[in-house]
């Protein structure tokens, strides 16, 4: 059974840089497409950035040009490097691995940015 662990989140002044990891069990990683979602106070949850298996990223235009994803593939880990942080990117972030139309979840880790 496929989990996902995320850790690294925390508080942060505004401005101030955080990353996050999402550790993978079982077989799949490699081959999964890996997010990052995240759902604020009171708001749905949306979507933040993929990686596909190929190392090919995509992003919300929120986050562009402030947050990087990576993957490490032999360590079935994926990274949320996140830098200027807002007040707005206080959420919890979740991590998903999809494949063959087949998603999982983790369970989130919080991240607060005081105004």
């Known amino acids: 059974q496929v989990q996902l662990v995320e850790s690294g989140g925390g508080m942060v002044q505004a401005g101030g840089s955080l990353r996050l990891s999402c550790a993978a069990s079982?077989?799949?990683?490699?081959?999964?497409?890996m997010h990052w979602h995240r759902q604020a106070p009171g708001k749905q949850r949306e979507w933040v950035a993929s990686i596909r298996n190929t190392g090919i990223t995509n992003y919300a235009d929120s986050v562009k040009g402030r947050f990087t994803i990576s993957r490490d593939n032999a360590k079935n880990t994926i990274f949320l490097q996140m830098k200027s942080l807002k007040p707005e990117d206080t959420a919890v972030y979740y991590c998903?691995?999809?494949?063959?139309?087949?998603?999982?979840w983790g369970k989130g880790t919080l991240v607060t940015v005081p105004s």
């Open positions: 998903r691995a999809s494949r063959y139309g087949v998603d999982i």
């Open positions: 079982g077989s799949i990683f490699s081959t999964s497409t």
